[in-house]
């Protein structure tokens, strides 16, 4: 995995439909998360349970190498590389974060439905998985057929400088997909508005409804923002406080993704 084209790959829905951001109440019951008409469903692991929080960042490196390597037996570098990838010291805590979030990911069962669209499975049928800080081995995967079929319609780039700063944000990283994928989709001489609250509005998107008190979301959106104008300079997006919206304006997909 390298830098090419300074670029990642994320995966539509954005990973708010995949993946809580903090570990689960229960974690030996299945997680579901509904995203418009579309419902996503983990199954945990008996030994490692449900993947939350960082372990969107595995998501984003299978992506990354399934559309960069073209195949579905995609191969990951050295534990050290994948930590150097993200901006993550390669301490031995990270270490050992790491590969629990991989078997996390890779053991959990999973079921996408939106509409006609139906999958459900592992995201990967085998895995040859080296976590020693020293070895040059290479990681290897055989991602499923129904998530290769998933990847491979579904890939969005992201920023890579982006993704770096947000390693340690779940929730502001679910924004930032989310918001980069709907910049994509408008025109360039158009700009679209997205309520807060009610049915197709912004907390509705996240999954993030069920606010007691609706400053909470506003204050949680001018957080998200303030965090994004830091370290993404083409923004695309601005807060219309008086109105419980946000404007997003167009956001040119890169030229050349690297691939």
């Given amino acids: 995995m390298n830098r090419q084209g300074q670029f990642l790959f994320g995966l539509r829905p954005h990973p708010a439909a995949w993946l809580p951001v903090r570990p689960p109440e229960n974690p030996g019951q299945d997680w579901v998360r509904h ?13 490692h349970g449900l993947p939350y929080g960082q372990d969107r960042l595995v998501l984003i490196l299978l992506a ?25 010291p390669p301490s031995g805590r990270n270490y050992a974060r790491w590969r629990d979030r991989l078997n996390r990911v890779l053991h959990t069962r999973f079921s996408f439905v939106m509409g006609p669209l139906a999958i459900t499975g592992r995201l990967c049928e085998d895995a040859e998985l080296w976590f020693d800080r020293e070895t040059d081995e290479l990681n290897r995967i055989k991602l499923s057929g129904p998530f290769w079929d998933y990847v491979s319609a579904n890939y969005l780039p992201l920023e890579l400088g982006v993704v770096q700063a947000l390693t340690d944000s779940p929730s502001t990283l679910d924004f930032y997909v989310w918001l980069t994928e709907r910049a994509y989709r408008v025109r360039p001489d158009r700009y679209v508005r997205v309520e807060y609250f009610g ?28 965090q994004l104008r830091q370290c993404w300079m083409s923004l695309p997006a601005v807060i219309q406080e008086k109105e419980d919206a946000l404007v997003v304006c167009h956001l040119q997909p890169p030229r050349n993704w690297g691939i």
Avoid: C, I, N
């Avoid at 995203?35 to 030994?47: I, K, M, V």
């Avoid at 996240?206 to 979301?217: A, E, H, K, M, S």
């Fill in 35 to 47: 995203w418009g008409d579309a419902e996503f469903r983990l199954q945990p692991h008996p030994r």
């Fill in 64 to 88: 990354t190498a399934a559309v960069r390597q073209r195949t579905p037996h995609v191969t990951l570098p050295a534990a050290y590389q994948m930590l150097r990838l993200f901006g993550l």
């Fill in 199 to 226: 049915r197709g509005g912004l907390g509705e998107r996240l999954g993030v409804t069920g606010w007691r008190d609706p400053r909470d979301f506003r204050k949680r959106v001018r957080s998200w923002v303030g």
